[in-house]
Protein backbone atom coordinates (compact mmCIF):
# COMPACT_ATOMS: atom_id res chain seq x y z
CA UNK A 1 0.00 0.00 0.00
CA UNK A 2 3.13 2.48 0.34
CA UNK A 3 4.04 2.60 -3.56
CA UNK A 4 0.01 3.97 -3.81
CA UNK A 5 1.83 7.62 -2.05
CA UNK A 6 4.41 7.76 -4.71
CA UNK A 7 1.45 6.74 -7.26
CA UNK A 8 -0.74 9.91 -5.52
CA UNK A 9 2.36 12.06 -5.43
CA UNK A 10 2.82 11.55 -9.28
CA UNK A 11 -0.57 11.86 -10.47
CA UNK A 12 -0.84 14.79 -7.97
CA UNK A 13 1.88 16.60 -9.71
CA UNK A 14 0.18 15.49 -13.16
CA UNK A 15 -2.39 17.07 -12.74
CA UNK A 16 -1.13 20.13 -11.17
CA UNK A 17 0.55 20.71 -14.38
CA UNK A 18 -2.55 20.81 -16.31
CA UNK A 19 -3.46 24.36 -13.75
CA UNK A 20 -7.10 22.64 -12.83
CA UNK A 21 -9.29 24.27 -10.72
CA UNK A 22 -9.59 23.48 -6.48
CA UNK A 23 -12.71 21.75 -7.74
CA UNK A 24 -11.39 19.75 -10.53
CA UNK A 25 -8.11 18.38 -8.81
CA UNK A 26 -9.83 16.99 -5.86
CA UNK A 27 -12.61 15.42 -7.39
CA UNK A 28 -10.34 13.90 -9.91
CA UNK A 29 -8.06 12.87 -7.03
CA UNK A 30 -11.57 11.83 -5.02
CA UNK A 31 -12.31 9.58 -7.59
CA UNK A 32 -8.57 8.08 -8.24
CA UNK A 33 -8.95 7.18 -4.31
CA UNK A 34 -12.14 5.16 -4.60
CA UNK A 35 -10.38 2.92 -7.57
CA UNK A 36 -8.71 1.11 -5.89
CA UNK A 37 -11.51 0.08 -3.52
CA UNK A 38 -13.92 -0.50 -5.91
CA UNK A 39 -11.31 -2.71 -7.82
CA UNK A 40 -11.04 -4.92 -4.56
CA UNK A 41 -15.22 -5.10 -3.77
CA UNK A 42 -15.36 -6.74 -7.50
CA UNK A 43 -12.37 -9.06 -7.20
CA UNK A 44 -14.13 -10.35 -4.08
CA UNK A 45 -17.70 -10.70 -5.91
CA UNK A 46 -16.33 -12.07 -8.90
CA UNK A 47 -13.54 -14.39 -7.14
CA UNK A 48 -15.71 -17.40 -7.46
CA UNK A 49 -16.70 -17.13 -11.31
CA UNK A 50 -13.61 -18.54 -13.41
CA UNK A 51 -14.52 -16.56 -17.02
CA UNK A 52 -14.88 -13.55 -14.93
CA UNK A 53 -11.59 -13.59 -13.28
CA UNK A 54 -10.26 -14.47 -16.74
CA UNK A 55 -11.97 -11.41 -18.15
CA UNK A 56 -11.34 -8.83 -15.69
CA UNK A 57 -7.26 -10.38 -15.80
CA UNK A 58 -7.69 -9.40 -19.13
CA UNK A 59 -8.98 -6.05 -18.97
CA UNK A 60 -5.99 -5.36 -16.21
CA UNK A 61 -3.78 -6.19 -18.79
CA UNK A 62 -5.13 -4.63 -21.43
CA UNK A 63 -4.74 -1.72 -19.42
CA UNK A 64 -1.26 -1.78 -18.75
CA UNK A 65 -0.34 -2.48 -21.91
CA UNK A 66 -2.35 0.69 -22.87
CA UNK A 67 -0.90 2.99 -20.57
CA UNK A 68 2.94 1.66 -21.41
CA UNK A 69 2.57 1.81 -25.20
CA UNK A 70 0.49 5.13 -25.39
CA UNK A 71 1.38 6.87 -22.33
CA UNK A 72 5.17 6.07 -21.26
CA UNK A 73 6.96 4.45 -24.39
CA UNK A 74 5.00 8.02 -26.17
CA UNK A 75 7.34 10.42 -23.81
CA UNK A 76 10.30 8.27 -23.98
CA UNK A 77 9.81 8.93 -28.10
CA UNK A 78 9.68 12.69 -27.79
CA UNK A 79 13.32 12.77 -25.77
CA UNK A 80 16.43 13.60 -27.39
CA UNK A 81 17.75 10.23 -27.61
CA UNK A 82 19.03 8.23 -30.41
CA UNK A 83 16.13 5.74 -31.27
CA UNK A 84 18.21 2.83 -31.11
CA UNK A 85 19.43 3.44 -27.68
CA UNK A 86 15.33 3.63 -26.95
CA UNK A 87 14.86 0.49 -28.59
CA UNK A 88 17.55 -1.21 -26.89
CA UNK A 89 16.60 -0.18 -23.33
CA UNK A 90 12.88 -1.28 -23.93
CA UNK A 91 14.07 -4.61 -25.55
CA UNK A 92 16.18 -4.87 -22.37
CA UNK A 93 13.90 -3.78 -19.50
CA UNK A 94 11.11 -6.15 -21.09
CA UNK A 95 13.65 -8.93 -21.48
CA UNK A 96 14.56 -8.69 -18.29
CA UNK A 97 11.14 -8.89 -16.80
CA UNK A 98 10.39 -11.95 -19.02
CA UNK A 99 13.93 -13.91 -17.34
CA UNK A 100 12.71 -12.38 -13.72
CA UNK A 101 8.97 -14.39 -14.65
CA UNK A 102 10.75 -17.27 -15.72
CA UNK A 103 12.91 -17.57 -12.55
CA UNK A 104 10.63 -17.27 -10.19
CA UNK A 105 8.79 -19.61 -9.04
CA UNK A 106 4.95 -19.16 -7.93
CA UNK A 107 3.63 -21.91 -5.27
CA UNK A 108 0.59 -22.54 -3.80
CA UNK A 109 0.48 -24.73 -0.95
CA UNK A 110 -3.02 -25.56 0.34
CA UNK A 111 -3.11 -27.71 3.00
CA UNK A 112 -6.64 -28.94 5.19
CA UNK A 113 -8.66 -25.92 6.48
CA UNK A 114 -7.43 -25.79 10.60
CA UNK A 115 -3.44 -25.29 8.11
CA UNK A 116 -1.76 -22.14 7.50
CA UNK A 117 -2.04 -21.71 3.44
CA UNK A 118 1.58 -20.93 2.06
CA UNK A 119 2.23 -18.28 -0.51
CA UNK A 120 5.85 -18.59 -1.45
CA UNK A 121 7.24 -17.14 -4.56
CA UNK A 122 11.42 -18.18 -5.15
CA UNK A 123 14.18 -17.48 -7.26
CA UNK A 124 16.41 -20.51 -7.37
CA UNK A 125 20.13 -19.11 -5.72
CA UNK A 126 18.44 -16.37 -3.96
CA UNK A 127 16.64 -18.38 -0.82
Known amino acids: AAHKFVIVFCVSLELLQTEPTVLVFFSYLGTFS ?10 MVFSGDDLTVAVLQGLAGGTILYVVMFEVLQREKEKEVSGIFQLLGIVLGFSAMMVL ?4 HHDHCHKGKDDISQNTTSIPGMN
Open 34 to 43: MVTPFGIGLG
Open 101 to 104: ELLA
